[in-house]
Structures are given as C-alpha cells and as structure tokens.
C-alpha cells in the first residue's frame, strides 16, 4: 500500500464501533437470558472471532453489518464445542473467553494464529488456576495457546494483579460469575472498564472502588439493547492526522470517551494540540462525544504511569505525532508494548528510524527529538493493525511510504484507508 504525502484533510467522519466493547456485548449477552440486540458493532475480524467462538458453543447470532442479534443462553446454557475454539488474532477473545469457559462443565480447547501463540497467557492461566480452574497452555513453562479448560469448581478470591490490564481484570470477573463466593481484582493502575459498567447494565453484581473491582456470582444475567460508540484507537489515527497534516481540520462523530480509555485527548493538549469536545453524552453507561481537531505546531511531553493504560493502544501514534513536534517526547512505564500484536516499541522505533527519527527504543518505552524533517520509506507492518495505520498518518505527513502487509487493518478498521482517502479528497 503506498499512501502519499498531503495537505489540507477536510471533513467528518464516523469511525468503526469500539473494539471492547462489541467483543464484550457479544459474550455478556451469550451468556444472558433473553435477545441482545446490538447496534455499531465492529465488523473487524477480532470482534468476528469471538462470534464464531460463541457460534461453536451454540449460540443463535444473527449479523448484519454493525447490527446483532445475540441470543442468550443463560450463565449455563453454552453448549461443548465440537472442535478448537479459533480466537484468531485477538488477545481480548482469548482471554476473557477462558475466565467464561473455566466456569462451564464441559471440557474446551481455545487457540490463535501465530501471534496469539506468542503472547504472554500466564497473566490470566494464573489467577483462574487460584480460582481453582483446570486450565493448561503449551509453550514455555505451559504459558502459551493454545489453551485446554476442563470442568472444574471454582472459588472466589481477592487477586491483587501484577498488571494494569483490562485482559486481565476481566477474565477474573468473568470467572468470579461462576465462582462461589464474592471475587475481587485490584490493580496497580486503573485500567479500561468496560467489562464492570457492561455487566452492571446485564444485572451483575458489580461494585468498583478505586483500583478495585468486586463481583458477586448472580443467579443469571439479562439482554440488553447496546449502542457501541466509535472506538476512540481508531479515532486517534484521524485525531494525530488532523494536528499533524498542515492545513487540516476533522471532526470525528461519535467517539467513546470513557476516562479509562481517553488518555490520547489529555496528551494531545499537553502537546499543545487544539482538540476539543462536542456533543457530550452517555450511551448505555458509555461517555462519548464528537472530537474537533485542528492543525497545530505541537510540542513534545512526557507520557508515563497511570496514563499508560488509558491509551496503551494509541502508543504507537503518539510516537508519530511526537516525531513531528518539537522538542523531547519521553513514553515510559510500557513495557507492556512487546506483548502486543508485535514489539511495539521495536516496530515503531524501526519504522521512525527509517523515515529520518532521532528514537531511543527503552526498556519500557521509548525517546524521541521531535521536529526534524522526515522522509518517506519502506515500513513492515509486521501484520500489526496498529503500526500499519500509524504510519499511513506519518506517511500523509512526510513523504511516500510503501507499508507491507497493509490490509491487516481489517483487524480493527476494514476501512480505514477508504475514510482517509475521503479526507484527502480523493
């Protein structure tokens, strides 16, 4: 994919629905009493996966573009799945689906593609093995997918995680549905939740304090009607695009803005970037609003600590938008960037490099002298959604880059480049 240098983006865009959440309606609403219906659903091919794993276990899903219809089976109606569950390549479908199959009666085998074999599964095999679940993986030390799950008792506890991760966090609650006794999860940092207001809006008993988050298993959880706002990791390709790209100004409809989620918008403005806020409101528990973004001369800021998992995901393009400012950027506190679809901190700092970036990879992050002329290059996607869109928008913004392996967008944004194209003009 060549995506050119350009001036002037213009115009309003709505992006895809978020992530989380339209994986989160599909299982909470399998595993209630009743039709859930679900409207801005993400198509993207993660989301997909957790449908069909739900398919597998007998679950009626009826799909129409962003539209779904879940029909719910009750905490105990999933049925054995006759081969492996595929989870593809999602992280979040692999595992908040086995905190879910350790609580059922029936045995279940869970795997991915080849990046999914290669993510850390030891963050969620160890707090459900405290629960007492049966769960085994492969690999190094048996902390890989694939995953087997047998029926097993499970128990509450109070598990204090090593990491801020949403992941992590919701695999726990979701087992504690079927745990006896109450389960809680506290964390080093808050990180997105999503899973405790959804499971609220379906009848659980969910109570959050601070870092911690608590659930008690109830006797059944009940459909609900879901309207998923865009997903703000993929507004932030077109947010970046906006402050970065001379002459623009987009408005982006429609955008979850939940706090656990919004860290972009706090640094954009500590960058000096003119964004704003339109047409706040809530949607099934969720904040979202419109964001208006304009072309500014950004500076550099430091991004670090409880930040972090308010916008792990948009890491990527913050170190683009930081390439273009002036001064240092400095992102610590990360580490947790080489688990994801890639090595984010080597797979940006490699791309950056080649277009003409002063960039340190750290342990846990990454340095960055912003302000100096870049130029277009060859970027290896390395199959990461992420990394390909970042650096389309650097692309625009500099100089021509060829990007390898481009359509592993369709992962999160299957039109992504048509929506740029249309701000281009094109």
């Given at each position: ?7 002037n983006l ?18 909470f609403?399998?595993i ?17 996966s ?14 129409e ?9 009750g ?5 054995a799945p ?13 595992r ?32 459900l093995k405290?629960?007492?679940a ?36 919701s695999a ?13 999860v ?18 659980a008993?969910?109570?959050s ?22 997903d ?10 906006g402050?970065?790209v001379p002459?623009?100004e ?27 806020l ?20 950004l500076?550099?800021t ?6 972090i ?33 890639s090595?984010?901190?080597d797979?940006v ?15 846990d ?10 130029h ?8 990461d ?7 389309a928008?650097?692309a625009l ?10 359509e592993?967008v ?5 039109n992504?480049?048509?929506d ?7």
């Amino acid at each position: 994919m060549i995506i050119k240098k350009h001036t002037n983006l213009r115009g309003e865009i709505s992006v895809p629905g978020d992530k989380s959440i339209s994986h989160r309606s599909i299982m909470f609403g399998a595993i209630s009493k009743g039709i859930t219906h679900v409207e801005g659903f993400l198509p993207g091919a993660d989301c997909i996966s957790t449908i069909e794993c739900f398919r597998s276990m007998g679950v009626d899903i009826l799909r129409e573009g962003d539209k779904v219809r879940v029909e719910g089976k009750g905490l105990h109606g999933l049925k054995a799945p006759e081969h492996v569950l595929d989870t593809g390549n999602s992280g979040t479908t692999t595992r908040l689906i086995s905190g879910i199959l350790s609580g059922q009666d029936f045995e279940s085998s869970l795997n991915g593609d080849e990046s999914i074999r290669k993510r850390p599964m030891g963050r969620i095999i160890t707090p459900l093995k405290m629960m007492g679940a049966d769960i085994s993986g492969s690999g190094e030390n048996g902390m890989y997918a694939p995953l087997t799950i047998k029926p097993s008792h499970l128990t509450g506890i109070d598990y204090n995680s090593p990491v801020a991760s949403a992941q992590v966090k919701s695999a726990v609650l979701l087992a504690g549905l079927y745990a006896d006794g109450k389960t809680s999860v506290t964390e080093p940092s808050l990180s997105r939740n999503h899973t405790e207001l959804m499971l609220k809006g379906f009848g659980a008993d969910v109570i959050s304090d601070g870092l911690t988050a608590v659930i008690c298993p109830p006797e059944e959880l009940y459909a609900q009607d879901i309207q998923v706002p865009g997903d703000i990791s993929s507004a932030a390709y077109f947010i970046a695009a906006g402050l970065i790209v001379p002459g623009s100004e987009v408005l982006i409809r429609n955008v979850g803005i939940n706090p656990t989620r919004a860290g972009i918008i706090e640094v954009c403005k500590a960058m000096g970037g003119s964004i704003s806020l339109l047409n706040e409101r809530s949607a099934g528990g969720e904040p979202a609003g419109d964001i208006l973004v304009k072309y500014s001369s950004l500076t550099g800021t430091v991004v670090e600590g409880d930040m972090i998992p308010t916008l792990i995901d948009e890491i990527p393009i913050i170190a683009v938008m930081a390439a273009f400012a002036k001064g240092r950027t400095v992102i610590k506190d990360a580490a947790e960037l080489k688990v994801k679809e890639s090595n984010r901190i080597d797979t940006v700092c490699e791309g950056l490099k080649a277009m003409g970036c002063d960039i340190t990879p750290t342990d846990d992050g990454m340095i960055i002298e912003g302000g100096k002329m870049l130029h277009g290059a060859s970027i290896n996607s390395y199959l990461d959604h992420r990394i390909a869109m970042s650096f389309a928008i650097a692309a625009l913004a500099s100089g021509e880059c060829d990007i390898e392996n481009a359509e592993c967008v369709n992962i999160s944004y299957p039109n992504f480049y048509d929506d740029l194209a249309r701000l281009a003009g094109n």
